[in-house]
């Protein structure tokens, strides 16, 4: 099938810093990117909804200043959480839809913020 | 979004076959049925994904009944390494999945 990279795979950062995530469509192009949080031992959580070129839609409850979302190519979209603090560790998750296609997802990045 | 309901959790032990059942009452006309596995610090992987009737792969085989109100993944001759996080989610092509809690196999030697 389709792979999504996600990048890294994990990140400790100090409270108050930014975190970068990268989510890249390998061998397709993403029409939307979707990112999701989750917490041990529960499901995922959808955060936000990106097209290509466009705004992220953010679910409720989701603060868009404090994770930003860039949707700049078709290939690649950027979750940065910003001034993380330690409620914000947890699993982050991409997702990419083609044209048609199912949604293939990333391999997950571990956020810790200590 | 059509919701959908699973077991939470379902045992099982090596070799058998174990069959999970899916609910989704409110399937709309476009909705597509795909599964998915998730291992521990791992993204959900694909498993099969269908309209109705049966689609088979080599991993699994799905099962949709004719009125679609739900669904049933079975996986052959389960080993320990299927014990994972299988989520049932409904919806047609662009749309975002929205997670259930999924159904945790556990599969005993």
């Known amino acids: 099938g389709a792979v999504v990279s996600q990048h890294p795979s994990w990140v400790i950062c100090k409270s108050g810093t930014s975190v970068k995530i990268e989510c890249r469509s390998l061998?397709?192009?993403?029409?939307?990117m979707f990112w999701y949080r989750q917490f041990p031992k529960q499901s995922l959580m959808l955060m936000a909804t990106?097209?290509?070129?466009?705004?992220?839609?953010?679910e409720q409850g989701v603060e868009k200043d404090k994770f930003l979302i860039n949707h700049a190519s078709l290939t690649l979209s950027t979750l940065t959480v910003t001034s993380a603090h330690p409620e914000d560790s947890s699993f982050y998750i991409c997702?990419?839809?083609?044209?048609?296609?199912?949604?293939?997802f990333g391999q997950g990045t571990r956020l810790t913020v200590v | 979004l059509a919701k959908t309901t699973q077991p939470i959790s379902m045992d099982s032990y090596e070799g058998q076959e174990v069959n999970i059942t899916c609910s989704h009452n409110?399937?709309?006309?476009?909705?597509?049925i795909t599964w998915y596995q998730q291992f521990p610090s791992q993204g959900p992987r694909f498993i099969i994904q269908?309209?109705?009737t049966k689609v088979t792969n080599e991993v699994a085989s799905l099962f949709i009944p004719a009125d679609r109100k739900s669904s049933t993944l079975s996986l052959p001759r389960v080993s320990l390494s299927d014990t994972a996080v299988y989520y049932c989610?409904?919806?047609?092509?662009?749309?975002?999945?929205?997670f259930g809690p999924g159904t945790r196999l556990s599969v005993l030697p």
């Open positions: 997702s990419a839809i083609g044209v048609n296609t199912e949604a293939f």
């Open positions: 061998d397709f192009q993403a029409t939307t």
């Open positions: 990106s097209n290509e070129g466009s705004k992220a839609t953010y």
């Open positions: 409110n399937i709309a006309t476009n909705d597509y």
């Open positions: 269908g309209y109705k």
């Open positions: 989610l409904v919806g047609s092509y662009g749309q975002n999945f929205v």
